[in-house]
């Protein structure tokens, strides 16, 4: 196989032009996912019934269907009602670029909503109980010790939802929106070469999620960084003998 540094090179500047708006999808739909995810989280933890019910079943909706189904809806859809069309969200859903945003938000957000739920559950009861007997409040003993051990807990879970988000944003291109994915798929039509622009596409999504997977393996260290010091603390402390064995010795 014959390999054309030309063309591999065009290749890569062209789809490298595209990184920016794969990252704007990316970082618009994390962020309105995860304000989403808090709201659905929120109504999942809730003691009453109908919040409750309510967020299972759009958790339930939105990791049980397909995005792509869910984007076609979301772009093709809803544009078919005249009350949509009339309303003052019809601007924001007649743009290929918000409806691919609106889709992966959406769908994102079922999954972080349980990731996050999971983090709370792992939250020690004993710790929610100390905060209470040292005269917390409610909003305080939630940032100072519920969310940080909820965050470190989540981290592990949240890097691989960051991740299949990235991946998930070569669907928009289904919508013509045009990220890295779409932009190869244009250059296979002209150039009908699919291996060696996958290839570099590929190589592009594997870069954009290794930044990615060590940004929030640091958060996560540094956020633990008091778990790892604890066990060196106790080993550099000597043993204190009790005064009844030292008067013995």
């Known amino acids: 196989m014959h390999l054309d540094i030309d063309f591999l090179t065009d290749t890569l500047s062209q789809l490298l032009a595209a990184v920016p708006m794969t990252l704007s999808l990316f970082f618009a739909s994390l962020v309105v996912g995860g304000l989403l995810s808090l709201v659905i989280v929120t109504m999942r933890v809730s003691p009453h019934w109908l919040p409750n019910r309510f967020a299972r079943a759009y958790i ?3 990791r049980g269907s397909p995005l792509l189904i869910q984007m076609f809806l979301v772009y093709y ?3 078919q009602f005249h009350v949509i069309r009339d309303s003052f969200v019809w601007p924001v859903l007649r743009d290929p670029y918000m409806c691919a945003v609106l889709s992966l938000a959406l769908c994102t957000a079922g999954y972080t909503a349980e990731i996050i739920r999971g983090g709370l559950m ?3 009861v004993g710790q929610i109980e100390a905060g209470y007997a040292c005269g917390m409040s409610g909003f305080s003993l939630l ?3 519920i969310g940080p051990i909820a965050l470190r807990q989540c981290l592990p879970a949240y890097s691989t939802e960051a991740v299949l988000l990235v991946k998930s944003t070569a669907l928009a291109s289904l919508v013509t929106v045009w990220e890295v994915t779409g932009v190869a798929q244009q250059i296979i039509q002209k150039t009908y070469r699919t291996s060696e622009v ?3 596409a590929a190589l592009i999504y594997l ?3 290794f930044v990615i997977v ?3 393996g640091l958060l996560e260290w540094r956020l633990s960084r008091h778990l790892r010091a604890a066990p060196v603390a106790q080993k550099d402390k000597a ?5 009844e064995a030292r008067a013995e010795s």
């Open 60 to 62: 339930l909706v939105f």
């Open 77 to 79: 859809a809803l544009g």
């Open 122 to 124: 792992a939250v020690p």
């Open 143 to 145: 940032r100072r010790v």
């Open 198 to 200: 996958f290839i570099c």
């Open 207 to 209: 870069l954009l999620n």
């Open 214 to 216: 060590r940004l929030l």
């Open 239 to 243: 043993p204190v003998m009790p005064a």
